[in-house]
């Protein structure tokens, strides 16, 4: 069985009570015939009515798209040997790996077309909220922006070129300006500029696996409050900013700029 968990509220920062729907949670069964036990995580559509999944069947791997009140999952022609995936913020269209290649493909129409070739396997990938835009991360190579239409693929700062770590799984934040990344295997969380004028800064340092921000994160994504799941060993009863080891390892102006922010083991 393919688990769908879509959550769609979350109580420690929302501004008001009616302004988001309940948690929706539904168990979906796989397309017959696929290697269920292959497939990756669905990712959801920005709306929520959506989900897309890569999958195999007869051995072949492509992506395949469900709407939450459907009752068959279709399979996508033309994204044969997808990997990974993400969705554009108007629900329609689903970025993927396929061939070398970073794709889109209209999740209505079926049309595919190439945005740019990948210097080596995605690790994370998102579309700007205004749509115009793709940050995506490979292991090796880094952080790479292009532009939604296609075209050659512009290397983002880094901060340490002498690093040997990775930089991966980067999201835009909702503002349109800044994104947010995972240094692996440090697990430190950085925040760069879209436009890569100004330069990365750290914004977590250590344990960091997951970050969530509420509609309106900007340039201090924590200022209004963030959820944020980490790790460490061994594991801390929970991180707090007033723990004495985060103030010594994250400079005044971060811990400023991350003053809000809720810690949740």
């Not at 497939?39 to 890569?54: E, I, N, Q, Y």
């Not at 992506?63 to 990974?84: H, I, K």
């Not at 077309?113 to 909220?129: A, F, H, K, N, V």
């Amino acid at each position: 069985m393919i688990a769908v968990v879509a959550t769609l509220a979350l109580p420690a920062f929302r501004p008001a009570r009616a302004a988001y729907p309940n948690a929706v949670r539904f168990t979906v069964a796989p397309p017959l015939n696929i290697d269920a036990a292959g497939a990756t995580p669905p990712a959801v559509s920005p709306d929520g009515h959506r989900f897309a999944f890569v999958a195999a069947r007869g051995g072949v791997r492509q992506l395949w798209v469900r709407s939450v009140d459907a009752l068959e999952t279709q399979p996508l022609p033309g994204t044969e040997g997808a990997e990974s995936l993400f969705w554009s913020p108007d629900n329609r269209t689903v970025a993927f790996e396929a061939e070398g290649k970073l794709k889109a493909t209209d999740a209505e129409s079926g049309l595919v077309r190439t945005l740019c070739d990948l210097p080596e396997s995605l690790s994370g990938g998102s579309w700007s909220p205004g749509g115009d835009a793709i940050v995506f991360a490979t292991p090796i190579h880094g952080l790479f922006s292009v532009s939604s239409g296609g075209g050659s693929p512009r290397l983002m700062p880094n901060p340490d070129a002498a690093s040997t770590e990775a930089r991966l799984f980067p999201t835009i934040l909702p503002d349109g300006r800044y994104f947010i990344y995972l240094n692996s295997p440090s697990h430190v969380a950085w925040v760069g500029s879209l436009d890569g004028k100004e330069p990365p800064v750290r914004l977590l340092g250590g344990c960091v696996e997951t970050l969530i921000f509420p509609p309106r994160a900007s340039r201090d994504p924590c200022s209004s409050g963030c959820y944020i799941s980490h790790w460490c060993a061994p594991m801390p009863p929970a991180l707090s900013l007033n723990d004495e080891t985060w103030h010594k390892a994250n400079p005044p102006a971060i811990q400023r700029r991350a003053r809000s922010q809720r810690a949740l083991r």
